[in-house]
């Protein structure tokens, strides 16, 4: 549905979990969606770029 904003598919999953858990970590995003974790931090630094989240210092 979001690959009309440029989404691939991973992202969009991350995107949605963080929709539902928007203080988890890259390591809980990667078990919620079944994606291994280097392609979460991966989707989560593009997400950042396209101003759809906000990055945390914690991580």
Same mark, same amino acid.
């Given at each position: $549905? !979001? ?10 999953? +991350?995107?949605? %979990? #963080? ?7 890259? $390591? !809980? ?10 392609? +979460?931090?991966? %989707? #989560? ?15």
């Amino acid at each position: $549905m !979001l690959d009309v904003l440029g989404l691939e598919p991973d992202e969009e999953r +991350v995107y949605r %979990a #963080l929709l539902g858990r928007p203080n988890a970590t890259a $390591m !809980l995003l990667s078990d919620l969606v079944a994606v291994p974790q280097a392609d +979460v931090d991966e %989707a #989560l630094s593009r997400l950042v770029g396209w101003g759809l989240v906000i990055g945390s210092a914690d991580e």
